[in-house]
């Protein structure tokens, strides 16, 4: 007796296995692909929380062609060569699309694997223009390039009469792109470049750097990297008595730099996508993340939650689950309304109208800069 | 500024960085001189010991207030509390490795540096921790030449801590025992010395200096995160062979020459600053070419 009700019990588990085997069978696989560990791994989780934000409001409405959208997740550490194995792992486990991309090193390098799949990838937050050439044509991008925040960094310098500028970057493929650009910007309008510096990564101490730009007497220092070296930078700078402009690019538009620097962050600018804050179509967005994760998003978290939403609405126009065709319904993006604005693509996949703003740290916070 | 004006700040930088380095090659330097081990865990001591302390201060500033009683009373609980976890990883992962192959020890050793790093990141969330004292910027300003208070706080406590270190490594009977220990430990055990006491010893005080500078780095830098040993650690490393490894002396001043050749190397003209590194990686090798026992190591047996 014993036997057969055991029986009973492993062939009705083994059922229920089948049978969830048979329901994901009506799972549309999204992939997402954001740093979770390393250095940058706050960004990444927020850019994950946020997709997987949009994908429950999505699934709640009906989910997708009738199918429940479940994601996955690879984790590209922000690391070129930990993004090539998780790109090459949501291929592998057919995802139908990809959605992530912060670092734009670590992204890089994934546009090939995914372009050959055919995998569509919307890139979130990542925009070193290196991107826009390595793109197969299956990518898209939906933050500014880096194009966009060098006009915005060099008509704000113009506009607080700098003459002398020194840019600081990091080495990696984000911001010393932004680097590059802005320092040949610069030069062509005749102003002048006084000095061009790398920090390294990680580095705690900058003081001999900070003598260095110091003795050059810039009008500005503009720091394009991320926000934890940036933060000892400024208040290294500061620090040192360097009391003229301090601009960070959108990898410092972070809480944390103002958290980290303290005082010293007073009067920074930042240019920045727009974040949550600043957006009166993001407040529903905002208000469901704060009850969900118990805490307020990140930068690129309103970026993200629009590339779900964006390749959701892809698959519908598409109608169907075939690569190519979402490929295309992607490419045919007309005025998407997401709540960072208006998504359509130029011939290259880009954003057609650039979305940045200029913030200025006040009382601690970023405000928006009139 | 002129140029004397950057040398000389140049100088005051070097120093400040040095102090640093020299702290933390001190207990790489101590370990190897006694049982002849890379402790490649050294670092994320430093690392746990800035965490340390920004937990005892977060909790004791509401009865000292943020003031710099509470920072040096921080200091020293978080000196005592990552000794004492020095002690245990050597207890615990290092001395029954004592006698096995110089290898399988160097390998537990860089074990332990990713249980302490990652354990670090699993708590933290992989976070930067905001170490905001919001200490103030006044300082001695000599015209161009600029140094803070707070750093020459750093320098103060970082070469009082060093000067107690060699009067106890030189004048106390322990400091002797270590010595002795660090010659030959076969004939310590027959004098009767308790050689796994004055290793744990030894062990303890290694840490708690990583554990000092690294509240002060928190102090001073503003930010704690799990990955902070890593880089100081190296350069930490290269500043103890650069003076001799198991010497103390030469942990002091490789850690003093490391930080000037940093300060000096980002000012080098017609390059950027980012070959700072090279300038000094660059001189470890040159050095251990030519003169591999570094700068205050001796080429025979006795290395503390």
């Known amino acids: ?52 934000l949009a994908a429950d409001e999505i699934n709640k409405a009906g989910g997708v062609l009738g199918m429940n959208i479940v994601t996955v997740t690879g984790d590209d550490g922000c690391d070129p060569q930990m993004a090539t194995a998780a790109a090459s792992k949501l291929v592998s486990s057919d995802v139908v699309g990809v959605v992530g991309g912060y670092c734009s090193g670590a992204t890089l390098p994934t546009l090939k694997i995914y372009g050959d799949a055919g995998t569509p990838f919307v890139v979130a937050a990542a925009n070193s223009t290196k991107l826009i050439d390595a793109n197969p044509g299956t990518s898209f991008q939906i933050n500014s390039t880096g194009f966009d925040q060098v006009n915005s960094a060099v008509s704000l310098f113009q506009d607080k009469g700098i003459k002398k500028l020194a840019i600081v970057h990091q080495g990696d493929g984000y911001s010393e792109d932004l680097a590059k650009l802005t320092k040949e910007k610069w030069t ?39 926000y934890s070296d940036g933060a000892l930078l400024i208040k290294q700078l500061r620090q040192a008595g360097f009391r003229k402009l301090i601009a960070v690019g959108d990898g410092s538009n972070s809480p944390k730099l103002l958290e980290i620097a303290g005082k010293a962050a007073e009067g920074v600018f930042c240019f920045s996508n727009p974040t949550a804050e600043y957006l009166p179509a993001a407040k529903n967005y905002t208000a469901s993340y704060k009850t969900n994760y118990n805490q307020a998003p990140d930068a690129y978290g309103p970026l993200a939650y629009d590339g779900m939403k964006l390749m959701a609405d892809a698959i519908n126009r598409a109608g169907s689950i075939d690569k190519a065709a979402i490929v295309k319904a992607l490419k045919e993006t007309n005025a998407f309304n997401g709540i960072t604005g208006a998504v359509s693509f130029t011939d290259k996949n880009t954003l057609a109208k650039s979305n940045f703003v200029v913030l200025v740290a006040k009382g601690g916070k970023w405000t928006l800069n009139n | 500024m002129s140029t ?10 070097g120093l400040i960085l040095g102090s640093f380095y020299a702290l933390v090659a001190l207990g790489y330097t101590m370990v190897y001189g006694i049982i002849k081990l890379l402790n490649f865990a050294h670092g994320d001591l430093y690392m746990v010991g800035g965490f340390v302390g920004f937990l005892i201060l977060s909790a004791i500033s509401g009865l000292l207030g943020e003031s710099w009683a509470a920072i040096v009373c921080s200091m020293v609980l978080s000196m005592l509390a990552v000794g004492l976890l020095g002690v245990i990883i050597q207890r615990v992962a290092y001395r029954p490795m004592l006698q096995a192959p110089r290898l399988s020890i160097l390998i537990t050793a860089l074990a332990v540096s990713m249980i302490l790093s990652n354990g670090v990141m699993a708590i933290t969330d992989g976070e930067y921790l905001a170490f905001n004292t919001d200490l103030s910027f006044d300082g001695l300003d000599f015209g161009n030449v600029f140094i803070s208070y707070t ?71 503003g930010s704690l995160h799990f990955s902070m040993g890593f880089v100081i650690g190296l350069k930490a490393f290269t500043a103890a062979v650069i003076g001799g490894i198991g010497s103390i002396p030469g942990a002091m001043l490789g850690g003093l020459v490391l930080g000037l050749l940093e300060a000096f190397g ?17 001189l470890l090798i040159l050095l251990l070419i030519l003169k591999p026992t570094g700068i205050l190591g001796k080429t025979e047996i006795e290395r503390m």
């Open chain 2, 151 to 221: 750093q020459l706080a750093l320098v103060v406590s970082a070469s009082l801590l060093m000067v107690i270190l060699y009067l106890f490594v030189n004048k106390t009977l322990y400091g002797k025992a270590m010595r002795a220990i660090a010659i030959d430990q076969d004939a310590c055990k027959l004098m009767g010395i308790n050689v796994n006491r004055i290793i744990a010893m030894t062990f303890f005080i290694g840490s708690s200096l990583a554990a000092a500078a690294g509240v002060m780095a928190g102090v001073y830098y």
């Open chain 2, 266 to 282: 980002t000012q080098i003209p017609f390059v950027g600053s980012e070959w700072k590194d090279v300038f000094s990686f660059g």
């Open chain 2, 4 to 13: 004397l004006d950057i040398i000389l700040q140049q100088l005051a930088n």
């Open chain 1, 188 to 226: 062509t309008m005749g102003h002048e470049v006084v000095a061009y510096e790398v920090v390294n990564k990680g580095e705690q101490d900058q003081s001999s750097l900070v003598t260095k730009i110091k003795s050059k007497a810039p009008d500005a220092v503009f720091w394009t990297a991320y």
């Open chain 1, 1 to 52: 007796m014993k036997t057969r009700k055991m029986t009973a019990l492993v062939t009705s588990a083994l059922a229920g296995l089948l049978m969830c085997g048979q329901a994901s069978a009506a799972d549309l696989k999204i992939g997402i692909m954001v740093p979770t560990t390393g250095s940058e791994a706050t960004a990444g989780k927020d850019m994950e929380n946020s997709i997987k």
